[in-house]
């Protein structure tokens, strides 16, 4: 029998049909909407008259552009309450769960939606974000979409695509202490580019990715979009099974078992090809951390800004770019270059676990004067066990803003930004120009690097920060 | 969506790789859900800190102003799938760009609004390359989806690939939504096997 991917098994089994024009219709299980495009797909399908397939398998999350600050409400951004009130109409009318503001499971869609079990392991997933394949760190097959295309999920159940190639980045070896699965993807999108992963879906294998956690799995499947990537995944295991059972949305009873004996299936065959492979130690492994304004432009703690003439010709050009934005030359250290501001938060890094290893390293010390620090928890479930466990506290004590879930500065659409010219240590995506507010510069890390900078003031090495005082 | 057959139009060079959507259509922070995208498309770099138009930007420039083709570098559109990178260019009268790659998503965006993607090869794309900056806006290219040609000054027609598929759905406007719709049977008895073999997959329920 031929060979197959777990990827071919996935994209097989939810393929409904082939359009005239070649395309896959592919069935889409869990569609999950935020505020900033639902309203146009809404008015687009009553525009012609369509209803909603499957408002049962849909769900709704306000995230982009909702406020972070305490007893925010649909105007506390002024310019997100158009969107909020728009997505809760067609909701109502369309009969949409909608997690709402001030719902106690409000979140990032990419945080709340495996957290409530409503994504699967084999399941496909959509969402009109591109950071959709954050849950591929449970198995499930996610891609993220335009508006037209959420317009087309919402009026049909499928998405018509042309089948992507298969790749496997390999990570070997085992993560040092200190080390998370955050720096290990910014070390990949690094070596490959940000278009390395384009046409591709991805399975990340190998040892370190065994051990990682869901919630590491999660942030390395959510970074595959920083390189291109069509989607990104992690084939489930006994790990998975556990993080998921009794989650509210997840199959109950003998239903459960009979699914927990479908995804024990859910392997790549082990000779099957993949059109693209890639490795990675990971046991020498340093923090990783972005000097520039894209993705790949990554150096480890420990490094400098890189010489143009050091890298590929293809890059050079965005180098001398990036160099002028963020105020650096080539040769400077990356460690003790001084900062005005640290975010920890995003569907990239806002889980629990990642809010516990930043509290470690700030327990009993303080931000560092002039800096402004922010935690932002990726849902309000994830901001109540934290502050059960007394992480809003540590961080509080230590000068930081502890705020109400959402997406807050990854892009700042809710009106979190920095002023021009800070320099930014950030747990998010993205360090584009101007994305964190005009004229920001931000370097993307760990919330572990995060924690040990805004103490620092300074970038710093989590590893060596000097012992605190609790 | 509308149909793309031929355009014929000045061609702006924006010579970059991986420009993307934050750079092409940056969220601004307006408060309705009528967006200008026409003010939205590459606003941070049309303009100054003083909210003047900052001149060196090429679709700033007299010659460039009307532009309706846009060539650029490899990997273009990359970043979020916010669809407003795409119709931020048609609210400017850019209909066509050239780039010697695309990002996913943003390919498909622009497939879903009549906005023709054409990737060259690149001894062809450097050719039009040249050829864009030698006429400077001062002669228009013609780029015919039909016959899969640009034609313009400074050199003979240059032929493009794109999928036949895709040709056709831009060429005849296809409403997209309804192709797949003429599926609806099939996706019905898909549900119908789901429920069967996995039917967890057919169901969302809260347990609670």
Same mark, same amino acid.
């Given at each position: ?470 | ?56 930007? /090429?679709?700033?420039?007299? &010659? ?5 083709? *846009? !060539? =650029?570098?490899?990997?273009? %559109?990359? @970043? ?52 864009? /900056?030698?006429?400077?806006? &001062? ?5 015919? *989806? !039909? =016959?899969?040609?640009?034609? %313009?000054? @400074? ?54």
């Amino acid at each position: 029998m031929m060979q197959q991917t777990l990827f071919d098994k996935i994209w097989d089994f939810h393929c409904v049909a082939r359009r005239a024009d070649g395309r896959d219709l592919i069935y889409i299980d869990r569609h999950v909407l935020h505020e900033l495009h639902a309203h146009h797909a809404f008015a687009r399908l009553q525009k012609q008259g369509r209803p909603v397939r499957r408002a049962d398998l849909t769900f709704a999350v306000q995230d982009h552009t909702v406020a972070t600050k305490p007893g925010r409400d649909d105007n506390t951004n002024p310019s997100g309450s158009a969107f909020i009130k728009a997505m809760r109409e067609g909701c109502r009318t369309n009969h949409i769960r909608l997690f709402d503001v001030d719902d106690p499971e409000q979140g990032i869609s990419h945080v709340v939606a495996p957290e409530l079990g409503i994504v699967l392991p084999g399941a496909t997933h959509a969402v009109p974000d591109s950071h959709a394949s954050t849950v591929g760190g449970v198995g499930a097959l996610a891609f993220g979409c335009g508006t037209s295309e959420l317009a087309h999920i919402l009026a049909s159940q499928v998405m018509a695509l042309k089948r992507p190639k298969n790749m496997r980045v390999q990570l070997d070896g085992r993560l040092a202490v200190g080390v998370s699965a955050k720096d290990a993807a910014l070390r990949i999108i690094a070596e490959i580019g940000v278009a390395g992963a384009r046409g591709h879906v991805v399975e990340y294998a190998g040892a370190a990715v065994r051990a990682m956690p869901i919630e590491q799995r999660m942030t390395l499947c959510n970074l595959n979009i920083e390189m291109g990537g069509r989607s990104g995944f992690v084939a489930p295991d006994d790990g998975t099974f556990e993080w998921l059972a009794r989650r509210p949305f997840v199959p109950q009873g003998a239903e459960w078992d009979r699914a927990l004996r479908y995804w024990r299936t859910l392997t790549s065959d082990e000779n099957a090809g993949f059109d693209r492979e890639v490795r990675l130690d990971c046991t020498t492994l340093e923090p990783q951390i972005t000097w520039g304004t894209d993705p790949s432009q990554v150096v480890g703690i420990s490094g400098s800004v890189p010489d143009p003439a050091a890298l590929e010709p293809g890059r050079r050009a965005a180098a001398a770019s990036a160099f002028g934005y963020m105020d650096l030359a080539p040769g400077t250290p990356l460690l003790g270059l001084p900062i005005d501001r640290v975010f920890i938060g995003s569907c990239t890094n806002s889980r629990l676990p990642d809010l516990q290893v930043a509290a470690d390293i700030v327990r009993g010390r303080h931000v560092a004067e002039g800096v402004i620090a922010m935690v932002v928890p990726g849902s309000s479930s994830v901001k109540r066990e934290a502050e059960a466990v007394g992480l809003d506290r540590v961080f509080r004590a230590a000068g930081f803003f502890w705020g109400e879930s959402g997406c807050s500065m990854c892009a700042g659409g809710n009106g979190d930004r920095g002023q021009p010219g800070e320099r930014c240590v950030s747990t998010t995506n993205r360090n584009f120009e101007n994305r964190q507010g005009p004229k920001v510069r931000t370097h993307l890390a760990s919330p572990a690097t995060a924690a040990a900078s805004a103490i620092a003031g300074r970038i710093a090495d989590a590893r060596h920060l000097a012992p605190g005082t609790a | 969506m509308q149909p793309f057959i031929r355009h014929t139009g000045i061609a702006a060079p924006l010579i970059k790789d991986d420009i993307n959507t934050d750079q092409i259509a940056p969220i601004l922070h307006s408060r309705g859900l009528k967006e200008d995208y026409r003010a939205m498309l590459f606003h941070r770099a049309r303009r100054r800190e003083d909210g003047s138009e900052n001149p060196d930007f /090429v679709l700033n420039m007299p &010659q460039f102003r009307n532009a309706g083709i *846009l !060539v =650029t570098g490899e990997n273009f %559109g990359a @970043g979020s799938s916010r669809e407003s990178a795409v119709w931020s260019m048609l609210a400017n009268g850019i209909r066509v760009i050239v780039a010697k790659s695309f990002a996913d998503i943003y390919r498909e965006n622009c497939l879903q609004n009549g906005l023709l993607p054409v990737v060259l090869g690149s001894v062809t794309g450097e050719q039009f390359v040249a050829r864009v /900056v030698a006429a400077d806006g &001062q002669a228009s290219f013609t780029v015919d *989806l !039909v =016959t899969q040609r640009i034609s %313009g000054p @400074g050199g003979p027609d240059l032929a493009f690939e794109i999928p036949a598929a895709d040709r056709t759905r831009l060429i005849e406007g296809l409403d997209d939504i309804g192709l797949t719709l003429k599926h609806v049977d099939e996706i019905a008895s898909w549900e119908a096997r789901a429920q069967t073999v996995q039917p967890w997959l057919q169901s969302a329920r809260d347990s609670r």
